[in-house]
């Protein structure tokens, strides 16, 4: 008994350890945590995103970020896609909507859609709705082979369906060299959404 109670806890310490550094590092599908995953649907609250983005963007106007926020959490739950996974996605390809890259703001491409080489200012779209929409239904093309639940406003989605990929990506590391060039993608994606659920509401 005294053995026990002595190998117990370190064994369990060690379990821990494992089940960190495995969500930590490890991008085989038996190891990444379920946010990850495009169409898994982890809970975020409104202001959990509102106080992300004021951290890393203190410029930005609220009224804009909530609008938009907004339309990710409808057209995600809609689709059936990662809302978290989305949200990040948003924030990396726009700089946390600052917009500095080829991409401005006023094109309302939230995701680099079309943007397929250097300085190309890629697609546009006439509203925020719209090119929120066409963002998610990116991120499922590449996710499930399902039908869209709403009319396409992905320009692009044609070309995933005639690729290899079309249905087949699963977690956010699946869409390093393929979303983008970028070989590091995913565990830029991956970290962005980790410091994401870890925010603290202000």
């Known amino acids: 008994m005294i053995l026990g109670a002595i190998f117990v806890p370190k064994i369990i310490g060690l379990m821990r ?4 550094e495995c969500s ?5 599908t038996n190891c990444v ?3 990850l995953y495009l169409l ?3 809970k975020i609250s409104e202001k959990q995103i509102i106080t992300f983005f004021a951290k890393n963007n203190s410029a930005l106007e609220r009224e804009y970020l909530e609008k938009i926020i907004k339309f990710y959490h409808i057209e995600a ?3 059936s896609i990662n809302t978290v996974v989305a949200i990040a996605q948003m924030a990396l390809e726009t700089g946390f909507l600052r917009f500095t890259g080829a991409v401005k703001k006023s094109q309302n491409n939230f995701a680099g859609i079309g943007c397929i080489r250097t300085n190309y200012q890629g697609h546009s779209f006439a509203t925020i709705e719209e090119g929120i929409r066409a963002h998610i239904q990116h991120l499922k093309a590449y996710a499930s082979p399902a039908q869209l639940c709403t009319s396409c406003m992905d320009p692009r989605r044609k070309f995933i369906e005639n690729s290899q990929f079309f249905g087949k990506l699963r977690t956010v590391y699946d869409l390093s060299e393929v979303w983008a060039m970028d070989k590091n993608y995913g565990e830029k994606l991956a970290q962005l959404i980790q410091d994401l659920l870890n925010t603290a509401i202000l």
């Open 40 to 42: 898994d649907q982890p």
């Open 33 to 35: 945590p379920h946010y």
């Open 24 to 28: 930590q590092r490890d991008t085989s």
């Open 77 to 79: 739950k809609r689709e």
């Open 17 to 20: 350890q494992k089940i960190v």
